[in-house]
């Protein structure tokens, strides 16, 4: 899939990337170094994710963009110096981005991405979008599994965040495993006196597997009604007969589900200035969507609405932060990716990792 | 009505932009840190760090260039910042945490500190500091793919040190000096050579031949086979190898001859070791230069990364000893030089010698790359591991502010989800342990030593500073007295460094109180005399685990914790009390699969990697127990609705 350069590393990239070198391996850092990754959305998340791509040394990262910076977005974003209002996100995020690695070909695009012609995804391998509408997701998706373009989305809102990948019908990796080595055989020498289970760093073997993705739109189509989504029924001493726990694997889904309506029904995400009328509009959507689940409306707090506005910059991290290793991961064709959802709580701490879509 | 700012309720955004914050740290999490707590809306911050800008730095440590290597991480970390908000209200400073001038007071300023630190003395102190200041801290660590953060409140949570830690291991010198088994022996050989040979010399780091190791019965028939064996120049036993070298002019030749023929000749005569060994073979010089071919450059690997024959590490050897002996030459009289893995004539000798070392003894040889890994203790590293824990110190630290301590927890990032699919593994904190010795209202401990061998300095470098992590302690001897063992202040108990402990009275049952008064610490030590401790080794401390070379099974290799270095074990390579890069916190791996494929446990120099969950102290059973439990208390579960 991803071709990796058969050339010589430079003593400067020998030097700058050895400490991730010594985890991920030379290979692997070849594979990235012969990937452009598009990126859509300079927000906080997406400015994580430039950072960690950037950083992590892709051969070229185009930041996508056609929003213009705004007060709000000085605080949220650190690659926009501060003054820049009115200049369009991508083109201000630029320079110090380009800063973070110069031997990385970073490039800003001003367009909307819902303009671009199918042609310019398929110059990427990796492609990665934050900030967009559930319809350009879906659609963006199925273009790049055709082409065998790696896919991410990811969103943070307010203290909640979630990524969701789509590598393809096969994406073929390895992992490295310690060889265990035995005692005076003729292959592994490590000593006079060495015992059985020796973990040399020389002495690993890459195993090779394979995973399979679903599109974002087989992902989302889930039938919230039917029995197998309501899993298991149990009874716990905690509550009185008469009362249930169901587990439903759905929960993280909620918040991202409830804000990508919000997202398309007003084109914006919720906004502190008009937090009352967004809020009651928040309300009114969760009623929906759990109402569609089967679900009562005590699931959530009912002032989880508070929770979900702007992007918390120590969430963007973390999302930011996991969504890199997964583009990197799927570059390299090094290690399990996730499969195929990871949903990140703030409030809680919890990050959790899991798949819909079809069996 | 809510009022939000950005995300934040106005409440706690405003007390954010009120309150200071200590962040102890400007590397890899630092970095994250301080970008996340600005964006967040934390104003004034004040961030130390003792350390420079290296180019290894910046594949993680973002607000740093190329352009400012050399130069103070704190102070450009606070530059970087101040160009996205130049409103923040940023100090840096460039020094040790550990200087006195940051006392209780200096702590007491701030509301929260946070720290993101690389190493277990400096974790320490500042646990101490917190605790003497009553300040909430939030503890961080990563290691490759691993992380974990957590929280520390006096009195509510755990300290630090409540929960004994496997100090660094250390190799017999027997093993290092005749019966090396494994490459880690040869490489710390190998440096232990370059301190006798260039660098501060230490007793503890002899090099040549042990004519007292517990294995050899003393034949007097031998004695003559050695004396022949011995090598022309000096009998290896009196002269010490400095001096020797520099006699010889630092020859390189004479010098490999040396120590790779004529001492590996000695340790022949000592038969009894070869009785179930394999036998090392000597190394000639002159036969391995008729053996060398031009060495080819193959392939597109690193450079670093190719392993070369003995011929190629013998020219490495006889290069970098004419370089590093001119670099001593031109230091002058008296001349130390230190060893750093970044300086490479010093990275080349260590690579040269212990690859001969290890040919010798019949190990295969390794490239400079995984030499330069073991020997300098390297820990792989990357910016999102450390982006995330980041991002969680600053969601911690808002539950402190907002006064929601109960919510807190420790948090572990794991490489790939456990069983109950999570990547972060959220998990009550515990309560400080009863016995901690340093948080328990009046600590006490035991310790097993010889009061007739052990030096006042042993007991104050060795056991109260690297084992019990004080930085500047005061000993008086509880016998009626009050006699004054060891004063902190410089000059006052010199006299008593090179006497004995029995010299001042101190015998089994004897009570030391100790006082550390920056860190604000009394810790009571009872002494117990013992004679037949286990050889090289100068103390116990009793209650810890007892420190060994760790050979576990494999299966409960797999469940120990994974530290993200591919390397084995990894004991101190150093024996002095370290400074150097190490360690993370605990993380808990999945319990299934490890989480790193290469796990093993790294315990090493200065820190170490495992904390709680240690098969071996039987604690991790317990904790691990816990956590295995289904919806354990402490395990945070949020896929439960409950339906009327």
Known sequence: MIEKEDSIISEEEAAQYDRQIR??????QKRLRGSRVLLVGLRGLGAEV????????????????????????????????????GQNRAQASLERAQYLNPMVEVKADTDRVETKPDEFFLQFEAVCLTGCSRDLMVRVDQLCFQHNIKLFCGDVFGYHGYMFSDLGQEHNYVEEKPKVVKPKTEESNDGPEAKKTKIDPNETTMIKKTACFCSLKLALEVDWTNEKAKSSLKHTPHFSTTQSIVFSPFVPLFVPTVLLKFRTDKGRDPHPESFEADAMLLRQIRDDVLEAMGLSSDLLPHDFVSYCFSEMAPVCAVVGGVLGQEVVKALSQRDAPHKNFFFFDGMKGSGVVDYFGPK | MVQLVGSL????????SACRVLVVGAGGIGCELLKNLVLTGFKNIEVIDLDI??????????????????KSKAQVAKESVLQFCPTANITAYHDSIMNPEYNVEFFRNFMLVMNALDNRAARNHVNRMCLAADIPLIESGTAGYLGQVTVIKKGLTECYECQ???????????TIRNTPSEPIHCIVWAKYLFNQLFGEEDADQEVSPDTADPELSWNPADTEARATASDQDGDIKRVSTKDWARSTGYDAVKLFNKLFKDDIQYLLTMDKLWKKRKAPLPLDWLEIQKLACPQEVTGTGL?????????????????SVETLRSMLADKGDGAELVWDKDDPPAMDFVTAAANLRMHIFSMNMKSRFDIKSMAGNIIPAIATTNAVIAGLIVLEALKILSGDVEQCRTIFLNKQPNPRKKLLVPCALDPPSANCYVCASKPEVTVKLNVHNTLVLALQDKILKEKFGMVAPDVQIEDGKGTILISSEEGETEANNSKFLSDFGIRHGSRLQVDDFLQDYTLLVNVIHCEDLEKDVEFEVVGDA?????????????KNVANGNKDSAEPSTSSKAPAEQDDVLIVDSDEEEPSSSTMDVRMESGGHKRKLHDAETGEASAKRQRLDQPLAADEEDDDIIALD
């Open chain 1, 50 to 85: 430039a950072k960690n791509l950037i950083l992590a040394g892709v051969k070229g990262l185009t930041m996508l963009d056609h929003e213009l910076v705004t007060e709000e977005s000085c605080r949220a974003q650190f690659l926009i110096p501060v003054n820049n209002q």
């Open chain 2, 303 to 319: 450079k670093d990364q190719q392993v070369l024959g003995v011929a190629g590490y013998s020219q490495l050897f006889s290069r």
């Open chain 2, 546 to 558: 007892p420190d060994k070379a760790p050979t576990p099974p494999s299966a409960q290799e797999d």
């Open chain 1, 23 to 28: 985890l991920w391996g030379l290979d692997a």
């Open chain 2, 9 to 16: 309720r106005k409440e706690l955004a405003d007390s954010l």
């Open chain 2, 53 to 70: 800008i290296d180019v290894s730095n910046l594949n993680r440590q973002f607000l740093f260039q190329k352009k400012h290597v050399g």
């Open chain 2, 164 to 174: 004994p830690k496997p100090t660094q291991k250390t190799f017999p010198g027997c």
